[in-house]
């Protein structure tokens, strides 16, 4: 039977996951993303989909898919549909995921080849941090690290601005940097800062040893803490006239010209 009120308990449950009230939980939205989760394996609680929408060969596949791997499917009017989407223009289909438990320790167990890690402290903005995702999936980067004090890495915006890449590469999320710093040291791994003024060109840094990358806060920069772990600080060049480059396009920039000193390797060989 078709969900009518908004006062059923799974849409309360679904409005609170969207607002980030579950840390446990991630909202997903639209037939890509969705049939991302279910391709990266992630744990599908349950869907909800407009039932104007169930005729259409993709959305029905869809359905076919989660049905058979034992998730909850549910029905809705379109207006609310509307009322659950977190986009101008609804998709049709929303889905509540089981967020993934990471650890840096079995993560940096689990790499094959030189390290490649990117540790993001304090973004605030979920656009950059979504865009930082789908470029180190695209450039070969082994994981990221958010502090706790960095916008949700699973919130709605972020998944969408990463393309899905949030749900495919490996994000731990809320270490605190001291803790994250202890493991990347002990683990042997070099340390570089990302910084807009005063460090060593890019151009003149070796990138193929194992890295962590620190990119700091979108306005103030990386910490004190952050800058003092750092075995080097690093300068993308630039025109003088301009002061500093929006933080995602330099963590690209930096991940790049790794992954050009590593010969692409972890991108299938392509050069």
Same mark, same amino acid.
């Given at each position: 039977?078709?969900?009518f009120?908004?006062?059923?308990?799974?849409?309360?449950?679904?409005?609170?996951?969207?607002a980030? /009230?579950d840390?446990?939980?991630?909202?997903l939205?639209?037939v890509?993303?969705i049939?991302?989760?279910?391709r990266?394996?992630?744990e599908?609680?349950?869907?909800i989909?407009?039932?104007?929408?169930?005729?259409?060969?993709?959305?029905?596949r869809?359905?076919d898919?989660?049905?058979?791997r034992?998730?909850r499917?549910e029905?809705?009017?379109?207006?609310l @549909?509307?009322?659950?989407?977190?986009?101008?223009?609804?998709?049709?289909?929303?889905a509540?995921?089981?967020?993934?438990?990471?650890d840096l320790?079995?993560?940096l167990?689990?790499?094959?080849?030189?390290?490649?890690?990117?540790?993001?402290?304090?973004?605030?903005?979920?656009?950059? @941090?979504?865009?930082l995702?789908?470029?180190a999936?695209? @450039? /070969?980067?082994?994981?990221?690290?958010t502090t706790?004090?960095?916008?949700?890495?699973?919130s709605?915006?972020v998944?969408?601005?990463?393309?899905?890449?949030?749900?495919?590469?490996?994000?731990?999320?809320?270490?605190s940097?001291r803790?994250?710093?202890?493991v990347?040291?002990?683990r /042997?791994?070099?340390?570089?800062?990302?910084?807009p003024h005063?460090?060593?060109?890019?151009?003149?840094?070796?990138?193929?040893?194992?890295?962590?990358?620190?990119?700091?806060n979108?306005a103030?920069?990386?910490?004190?803490e952050a800058l003092?772990?750092a075995?080097?600080?690093?300068t993308?060049?630039m025109?003088?006239q301009?002061?500093?480059l929006n933080?995602?396009?330099?963590?690209a920039?930096l991940?790049?010209?790794?992954?050009r000193?590593?010969?692409?390797?972890?991108l299938g060989?392509?050069?």
């Amino acid at each position: 039977m078709p969900i009518f009120s908004r006062k059923n308990p799974l849409v309360k449950r679904y409005r609170q996951v969207r607002a980030g /009230g579950d840390r446990e939980s991630i909202f997903l939205e639209g037939v890509r993303l969705i049939e991302d989760a279910v391709r990266s394996g992630i744990e599908l609680e349950s869907a909800i989909v407009a039932r104007d929408l169930l005729s259409r060969p993709s959305m029905k596949r869809l359905i076919d898919r989660l049905t058979q791997r034992g998730v909850r499917c549910e029905v809705t009017t379109w207006e609310l @549909l509307e009322y659950l989407s977190d986009v101008e223009t609804p998709q049709g289909i929303v889905a509540i995921a089981r967020r993934a438990s990471r650890d840096l320790e079995q993560i940096l167990e689990q790499i094959e080849g030189i390290p490649l890690l990117v540790v993001v402290e304090a973004w605030r903005d979920p656009g950059n @941090l979504g865009t930082l995702v789908r470029s180190a999936e695209a @450039l /070969g980067a082994d994981a990221i690290i958010t502090t706790p004090q960095t916008v949700d890495p699973f919130s709605p915006k972020v998944i969408r601005a990463s393309m899905g890449a949030a749900l495919r590469l490996p994000v731990i999320e809320r270490v605190s940097l001291r803790a994250a710093l202890a493991v990347i040291k002990q683990r /042997g791994l070099h340390i570089l800062a990302a910084v807009p003024h005063h460090g060593r060109p890019l151009t003149t840094v070796d990138l193929r040893k194992p890295l962590a990358l620190l990119m700091g806060n979108e306005a103030f920069g990386l910490s004190q803490e952050a800058l003092a772990s750092a075995t080097m600080k690093v300068t993308i060049p630039m025109r003088r006239q301009v002061e500093s480059l929006n933080v995602a396009m330099a963590a690209a920039i930096l991940l790049y010209e790794a992954a050009r000193q590593r010969n692409f390797d972890k991108l299938g060989g392509h050069s």
